[in-house]
Nanobody
Framework: LRSSCRRGGGLVQAGGSLRLSCKAS???????????FDWYRQAPGKQRDRVAG???????YYEDSVKGRFTISRDNNKKSVSLQMNSLKSEDSAVYYC?????????WGEGTLVTVSS
């Protein structure tokens, strides 16, 4: 996830959309369907918080501030996880990180900067 999670970020106007995508690393490929994926974000001076997650059992999580605007999804053919972000607000500006967990092992992407102008 480290390199691929650099893709998708950028500058967007408030109300616009961005899609973040991370392709699974070689370590995760063999266990893709048994892996939980999450998207975290961290703004300057703030802690890193989980904004969305998808579990291997099908459960979906969204942080309250992004409900109805963000959608997390998996692509089983491409072995990737994406975060579709719509109706972006200035407070969504942060570095976004993809996270994977399998058998107690955590894997993090390098992060991509999302800046929403208002």
């Amino acid at each position: 996830l480290r390199s691929s999670c650099r893709r998708g970020g950028g500058l967007v106007q408030a109300g616009g959309s961005l899609r973040l995508s991370c392709k699974a690393s070689r370590m995760i490929l063999s266990t893709f369907w048994a892996t939980d994926f999450d998207w975290y974000r961290q703004a300057p001076g703030k802690q890193r918080d989980r904004v969305a997650g998808t579990s291997r059992d099908g459960s979906i999580y969204y942080e309250d501030s992004v409900k109805g605007r963000f959608t997390i999804s998996r692509d089983n053919n491409k072995k990737s996880v994406s975060l579709q972000m719509n109706s972006l607000k200035s407070e969504d500006s942060a570095v976004y990180y993809c996270h994977a967990r399998h058998a107690g092992i955590d894997s993090w992407g390098e992060g991509t900067l999302v800046t929403v102008s208002s």
